[in-house]
């Protein structure tokens, strides 16, 4: 499977960014985000038929994960703060057994940076 990101930019606080990512193939698939110095933690997953969708509580209420018909997952990402500055990867599996967890996926994308300024 081959996953390519995209959207990520430098925006100011409070503004808005969406993320593409587009597979090769149709899978589960999820957002993680890495800023400097820390560990790679979980943003938003969509199940493979995108009936559900799981966000963590750090992004609930202001991103939205979504997917279209075709084999892109999208991160709509509102009222962004210096705080979610980050790189952001795609990832993707067949059947997270964890869909907050890195070692649930098996396919990852190269990371798009996000950059939101105070």
């Known amino acids: 499977v081959q996953l390519q990101a995209s959207g990520g930019g430098l925006v100011q606080t409070g503004g808005s960014l969406r993320l593409s990512c587009a597979a090769s193939?149709?899978?589960?698939m999820a957002w993680f985000r890495q800023a400097p110095g820390t560990e790679r933690v979980f943003v938003a997953a969509?199940?493979?038929?995108?009936?559900?969708r799981y966000h963590s509580s750090s992004v609930r209420g202001r991103f939205t994960i979504s997917r279209d018909n075709a084999n892109t997952v999208y991160l709509q990402m509102n009222n962004l703060k210096p705080e979610d500055t980050a790189v952001y990867y795609c990832?993707?599996?067949?059947?997270?057994?964890?869909?907050?967890?890195?070692?649930?996926?098996?396919?990852w994308g190269q990371g798009t940076l996000v950059t939101v300024s105070s």
């Open positions: 193939e149709r899978y589960a």
């Open positions: 969509i199940t493979w038929r995108g009936g559900n």
């Open positions: 990832a993707a599996d067949l059947a997270p057994s964890d869909y907050s967890s890195t070692h649930s996926y098996a396919y």
